[in-house]
Each structure stands twice: as structure tokens, then as C-alpha cells.
């Protein structure tokens, strides 16, 4: 199967040629962020403040690794389910968000601000987190650090295995998969 | 009469809990190197190749399968001529519990219903015992997931629903969590029994090795039929699309009320993490 290679921050240019079904490798700088961090983005905004990183082109990835042990980077660190930032993702979308890495559908919001703003969804190997913990070569906190694993982390990745869910032309590799294999 | 003191227990939970989630059975690992060739997707396949390259630099560079390392699932069984020593049973396996999930740098996952506090330590366990023949000490652990215990169900179904109603409720909940509790899943079926009974049994069906199947023949039938009905939903590993979905299913079935049929629905994720150990 075809495998590209592709850098975070995402440009609009990669992203036109993204397709669902995929498997791309991506490096670069990219996001820790789930439940709680989103709620903290959302009510940051809603007050006036600004969120704790530029979020103009990055890419979010929905994870809360395991702890780090000694001499190590970080723990596992495999996707958790995305249907639980949905609510979250289509205004940050709109402010800039290019990606999201996660595992699971999207709801029908979140998959019409991909196309309308041009983003794209990744799925990340459930249950792979010792694989995707390979991937990862710096972890930084940035922002609520009193959270633990949900902190939001700055982590700088090489050739992160993933496959295109949800790509600007409305597929969704959740839907054409299993009815191309529905007996 | 045998003698078991708490220390053992507890050093023996701590490992235990740590082999888990770091070294994946070779019966899981052989069952998705098997799902390769019986999987019809090149993205399927990929992705079960990806889950053995996972499951092997988990083992061989010491770093936990899934970040996920669950709640604490602990079945003891318990030989009638087995005395405990030096404290109680329920407070040793919280102990073995909070230094394995401490020394083996596991998650902790468990918290406040509603206010969602973590606990800090994993605890309190989800202890299961069994009183038995015997002088044996038997501890089998089983770290579960939150993603795919979130498409478990327990539904009491009127009798005249029968086997198609225990079918129809199986491939309603691999449907309703598609890609969510991480396929390839493995199913376990409670029938019969009570409302708790059922939901336990559909637990312990969990425990079975993968490829076994039941030694009463009608049991083995459904299991057979259920796996083969899952993987034509082509959810598939993932839920990219495929014709694995499930590596496999067990069912435990007892007797039940005269009124009742109640079926329960317990599904795990991929990374079936389970060991066991006696004393």
C-alpha cells in the first residue's frame, strides 16, 4: 500500500493531497489534548483569553500516555476515542486546527468543518502505544500541567504511523471500509 | 490445611500486573499473526502487522502495549483448604494492585464516578473470588480497557427471543462500537444464570484461551456462529474495513429462570491482557 511521508505543522497544499485509506508517516511538532484540556481551550475562549499554543496549522493529538519511566521520552502512548472532543473540534477547526489524531468516528459536525475549513482526521493504531511511543523523540508540557495525563504536551514526532480517516472530500474511511467488506 | 500469607499475595499481584501489560500472551500474539492471512484488507493487515511489531517492542523494550493499563481485574480462587495469613485478602490485592501500577509506571485510570478525581493508585480493584477444592491459590489478572468495556450490555430478553434475540444483541453492541473498543475484539457471552450472573459469566468467557472452544457441543456451535456473523459486519481490525473484527468468541451459558432469558455482552480490545499465577 501507497505511504507518504508528511510534516507537522500541516500545510494546505498536503492536506488537498491527502486521501481516507492512506497510511502516512508524520513528523514534526504536534498536541496532546483530550477532554479536560478541550473543555479548558473552549471556556479559555469564551472568556476572552487566548489558548496556550498558536493553534494556526498544528496538529492535536488525543492521548494521555502512560508515565515516562526513568531515562525514557515518555510511556505508551497510543489514540483514545475522538467522539468525546466533537463537541470541542469544529471551533477550533475554524480558529486554525489543521489535525486531529485519535481513533473512532467523528460526528457529522466535526466531518463538515473538515471539508468547509480544509483539516484532516488520522487514526492512530488503537492499542499501539508502545509502537507509537517509538515515534515520539521530545515531550514537553506546555499548558495545565495539574491535569497529568491529560496536561497538554508539546511532542516532537518522527514518522508516526497513521491512516487518513476523514480526508477535505467528504470520504471517511470508517464508512467505504466496512461497506467494502460487509458480507 | 495450607497457608498462604498476604506478602505472597501481594508480591504476587505487583508482577503479575506488570507481566500483563507488558508481555502479550503467545496465544494472542500467534492468533493476530494468524488474522493476517484470514484478513482480506491491505489496511487491515497492516494494521494487524503494526499490533505485532507493538506487541513485540512492548516485551523487548519494556514499554506497556497500550497507554490504557486498566482497571484492576483480579479473579482468585481459593482452595477450601487454604488459610490466609497476616491481614485480609481484599486489602493485599489493593496493595499488590497500587505497587504494581507504581513500580511498573502503569496508568491510573480509576475515579470518582461524577466528580472524576483519580484515586491515585488504581485501587480499588475489581476482585472476583471463588472458594474451590483443594489447597491451591489461584490468581489470574485481566488489566481492562476502558474503550471496549464501554460497549458491554446486559439486557434481560423475554424467553421467546431466544438464540436470534442473544445473536441480534451481540452484533448490536461489535456494531455499536465499530471502531471504538479497538477491533480486532474478542467477545465474551453470559447466558443464563441472573442479571449479575449473566454480566459475570460474560466476564470469565473473557478467560478463555483464544481458539478454544466450549467442550458442550451446542455452546461450541454458537461461538462458532457468532465469530463467523461478527466478522461479516466488515468493521474489521480497526474498523478500517475488513473481515476480521473479532478473534474470537466465547460463551458460558447456565440455567435460568423459567421467566428469564438474560444475556450479557462483555467485549475486549485486541490487547487481551491476562496472566495468572498460583501459590
Known sequence: MEMKRIKAPLEDKVIEELRAGEKV?????????????????????????????????????????????????????????????????????????????????????????IKQYRAIYFGATGGAGA????????????????????????????????????????????????????? | MKEVHVDEIISALEKLFIDANYDLSQNVVDTLAQAIDKEESPVGKEVLRELIKNANLARDEHIPICQDTGLAVTFVEVGQDVHITGGSLV?????????????GYLRKSACHPFARKNTGDN?????????????????TV???????????????????????????LVLEMVTKGGPNPCPPIIVGVGIGGNFETSAFL?????????????DDPEIAAMELELLEAINKTGIG???????????????????????????????????????????
Request: with cysteine; charged share 20%; proline share 7%.
Open chain 1, 25 to 113: 508517516f508524520l513528523s514534526g511538532y504536534i498536541y496532546t489534548a483530550r477532554d479536560t484540556a478541550h473543555k479548558r481551550f473552549i471556556d479559555t475562549l469564551n472568556q476572552g483569553g487566548k489558548l496556550p499554543f498558536d493553534i494556526q496549522s498544528q496538529v492535536i493529538y488525543y492521548c494521555g500516555p502512560s508515565p515516562a519511566p526513568p531515562g525514557r521520552v515518555i510511556g505508551a502512548c497510543g489514540p483514545t476515542t475522538s467522539s468525546r472532543m466533537d463537541a470541542y473540534s469544529p471551533r477550533l477547526i475554524a480558529l486554525g486546527l489543521k489535525g486531529m489524531i485519535g481513533k473512532g468516528k467523528r460526528s457529522q459536525a466535526v466531518k463538515e468543518a
Open chain 1, 131 to 183: 509502537l507509537l511511543s517509538k515515534s515520539v523523540t521530545s515531550s514537553e508540557v506546555i499548558a495545565y500541567e495539574d491535569l497529568g495525563p491529560e496536561a497538554v504536551v508539546r511532542l516532537g514526532v518522527v514518522d508516526m504511523p497513521l491512516f487518513v480517516i476523514n480526508d477535505i472530500y467528504g470520504s471517511d474511511l470508517y464508512e467505504t471500509g466496512t461497506s467494502r467488506y460487509k458480507r
Open chain 2, 91 to 103: 486489602d493485599a490485592v489493593n496493595e499488590g494492585v497500587r505497587r504494581g501500577y507504581s513500580k
Open chain 2, 123 to 139: 485501587t480499588p480493584a475489581i476482585l472476583h473470588t471463588k472458594i474451590v477444592p483443594g489447597d491451591k491459590f489461584k490468581i
Open chain 2, 142 to 168: 485481566l488489566p481492562k480497557g476502558g474503550g471496549s468495556e464501554n460497549y458491554g450490555s446486559v439486557k434481560m430478553l423475554v424467553p421467546s427471543e431466544g438464540k436470534e434475540g442473544m445473536k441480534a
Open chain 2, 202 to 214: 460474560s466476564k470469565e468467557a473473557l478467560m478463555e484461551p483464544l481458539g478454544k472452544r466450549s
Open chain 2, 237 to 279: 481490525p480497526q474498523g478500517y474495513g475488513g473481515t476480521v473484527t473479532a478473534l474470537d468468541v466465547h460463551v458460558k451459558m447456565v440455567p435460568c429462570h423459567i421467566a428469564s432469558l438474560p444475556v450479557a455482552v462483555n467485549i475486549q480490545c485486541h490487547a487481551h491482557r491476562i496472566k495468572e499465577a498460583i501459590i
